[in-house]
């Protein structure tokens, strides 16, 4: 059994067309885009749910162009206020950062020294250990306790490693 030869048409290729570039940037002239939907809606072979359709369309087209045209008067108004909000942005930042680095350890038995340097020494000492113990590698750069001093319970400890 063998097949026929491809029709001369089929096996007879064309060149490839280059497709047009379009520029992105650029929208269509309002005018060639209404007239055409005009004839498109009024076309009577078009079901009734694809004209509901392409009338929503154009819709949200003429909402986005009045937002467009309204833009530039609303980006002077936020380049003035976003000076303002970095600076805001900025410190909370930096706290989170913070607040994200630090360590906070419970149940290393406070120091009875009478030297603050040397319970600070104790609490720098027992944080080293703990993350040595942990093969953390790094040091921390602060260590100390949270809240007021207490006898009946034993203050967290926060550290801030390097």
Do not use: W
Request: hydrophobic fraction near 35%; glycine fraction near 2%; include cysteine.
């Amino acid at each position: 059994m063998s097949t026929p030869p491809a029709p001369t048409s089929i096996q007879a290729r064309r060149k490839p067309q280059k497709r047009l570039c379009v520029d992105g940037n650029s929208s269509p002239t309002q005018t060639g885009l209404e007239l055409q939907s005009d004839a498109i809606l009024r076309d009577e072979s078009l079901p009734q749910h694809v004209k509901t359709f392409i009338s929503c369309l154009l819709d949200d087209r003429k909402q986005l162009l009045q937002m467009i045209d309204q833009y530039p008067s609303q980006a002077v108004v936020s380049s003035q206020d976003k000076q303002h909000t970095a600076n805001v942005v900025s410190s909370r930042n930096l706290n989170d950062v913070e607040r994200s680095r630090s360590l906070v350890v419970i149940g290393v038995p406070e120091s009875t020294a009478e030297q603050s340097s040397d319970r600070v020494a104790h609490d720098l000492g027992a944080v080293r250990e703990i993350m040595d113990f942990l093969e953390v590698d790094c040091s921390p750069v602060a260590v100390y306790r949270m809240a007021r001093p207490n006898r009946s319970f034993i203050r967290l400890l926060k550290a801030l490693p390097h």
